[in-house]
């Protein structure tokens, strides 16, 4: 729809609460619209005399500074750049690159426009109205080799899917959102931020990850939605209950979730997480309540499966110039007219030797031995005949001991013994990103210097 516009502030009056939480250990950090508004004013008019259409990075922690500068970027016609990450080296790449005019940021040492200094003065903006086809956003996202590859977004994209989601879900007016995943990445974005606002709900300013953070912010807010990962939610299910009693939906995205981890959060909760399958380059395709469950497509959505059996897409959400149907990465089994089951990704699947070798399925198998919390399998070039060989990371559990001799034992019950990990790291923690992927080069890092 070329010439739709549309109201990201529509369903908040101007004493409605748009944020929960604090700053800098602030007492208090309630925010309302009119707040919003206002500080997006002030920051606009730091903004004046960039190109419309030029960059400006965005590398805020706290949500509701990011939703600041949002808006302020979108009032003055600039398109929000978001790193994956806030190490100076990228943010210098992305400068030297000639696309991003400067950075907006609430932390120490970020060379450009701090937030937190942003003082009164400056009249608010208005109510936002973005023509579909404006550029809202560039998405960097994490490649394989390391590499940040953009991945341009328009309104129409990000604000027309969030309204869509708002409205699948029934996410309520007024609702408290907590959101485990920053707003840098795009499912952050957009359950954190952008449907939020689309359904004239709230979020918390802050990103919690451990446990009982979580549970004291949705305490604190009588939370109804909580957006995760599935590694922060295995992590959740140590949780304790009392406090968490106000959640009514909980999503999950980024990988599967395991059925483990889903069983275990129904048991101890009375959670039935959504999953929620979508990508930066195809924005959201479907959803499902249960593991073993088919997807079924978002609205807008048509679905289909190659002679390969790769998972095509055609959505609104897509970049207009993206031809469609879209080839995704994904191996599916069509079940009816928008309904598919997942059989994991396409690239997912190697040769070692002449064994066929699920990657999804090692790191399952190593997910589950006592003791490992977490677990990651990179693939790498091998000498002779093989082709390939795997290593293994493994996260293990406080007060666990556990080495590679047992891994490979206990592995040897499930597994042809050419396909099992030849190198093996154990560590407190895996890599992920806020997101709670894993990037190639970080997992190889953990082996420098091994033979």
């Not at 009032?75 to 100076?88: C, I, K």
């Not at 909760?269 to 195809?282: P, Q, Y």
């Not at 479907?286 to 190659?306: F, K, M, N």
């Not at 993206?322 to 079940?335: I, K």
Request: hydrophobic residues 45%; glycine residues 10%; neutral net charge.
């Amino acid at each position: 729809m070329p010439n739709h516009a549309y109201e990201p502030c529509a369903q908040h009056r101007d004493d409605d609460v748009v944020a929960r939480g604090a700053r800098d250990g602030a007492a208090e950090g309630t925010r309302r619209m009119a707040d919003l508004l206002a500080d997006a004013g002030a920051v606009a008019a730091r903004l004046q005399g960039f190109p419309r259409g030029s960059e400006v990075a965005v590398v805020c922690h706290d949500r509701y500074d990011f939703t600041v500068a949002l808006l302020a970027a979108i009032d003055r016609g600039l398109v929000v750049a978001l790193p994956p990450n806030a190490r100076p080296e990228t943010l210098r790449q992305l400068r030297s690159e000639g696309r991003v005019q400067t950075v907006i940021s609430d932390q120490d040492g970020v060379p450009g426009i701090d937030v937190r200094q942003i003082g009164a003065g400056a009249p608010p903006i208005a109510r936002p109205l973005v023509p579909s086809g404006q550029p809202l956003v560039v998405v960097y996202t994490s490649g394989s080799t390391g590499a940040s590859l953009p991945c341009a977004k328009s309104a129409g994209q990000l604000l027309g899917e969030a309204a869509v989601l708002a409205r699948t879900f029934g996410i309520e007016r007024g609702a408290a959102i907590v959101p485990t995943v920053p707003p840098h990445h795009i499912y952050g974005l957009l359950f954190g931020v952008l449907v939020p606002l689309a359904a004239g709900a709230s979020f918390c300013r802050e990103t919690p990850f451990y446990e009982g953070v979580v549970r004291r912010i949705v305490a604190r807010d009588a939370a109804r939605v909580l957006v995760s990962v599935p590694v922060h939610l295995r992590a959740l299910t140590m949780m304790e209950p009392a406090g968490t009693e106000t959640l009514a939906r909980i999503f999950s995205s980024g990988a599967p979730l395991p059925s483990e981890t889903r069983s275990a959060l129904e048991t101890r909760f009375g959670w039935r997480v959504t999953d929620v399958l979508g990508s930066s380059e195809t924005g959201g395709i479907a959803h499902r309540d249960q593991s073993e469950a088919a997807y079924t497509a978002l609205p807008g959505v048509e679905v289909a499966a190659g002679e390969d059996g790769r998972l095509l897409v055609t959505s609104p959400f897509l970049p207009p110039e993206t031809p469609q149907p879209f080839a995704t990465g994904d191996r599916v089994e069509l079940l009816g007219p928008g309904r598919f089951r997942h059989l994991g990704r396409a690239d997912g699947v190697l040769k070692i030797g002449s064994t066929r070798v699920s990657l999804a399925e090692l790191e399952a198998r190593l997910s589950a031995l006592p003791g490992v919390k977490d677990a990651a399998v990179v693939p790498h070039a091998a000498s002779g005949g093989r082709g390939h060989e795997t290593w293994a990371v493994l996260a293990l559990e406080a007060g666990a001991a556990l080495d590679a001799a047992e891994v490979r034992e206990a592995l040897r019950a499930w597994l042809d013994p050419v396909v099992l990990p030849r190198r093996y790291r154990f560590v407190a923690a895996l890599p992920r990103e806020g997101n709670g992927k894993l990037r190639r080069e970080a997992l190889l890092a953990l082996f420098e210097g091994e033979e």
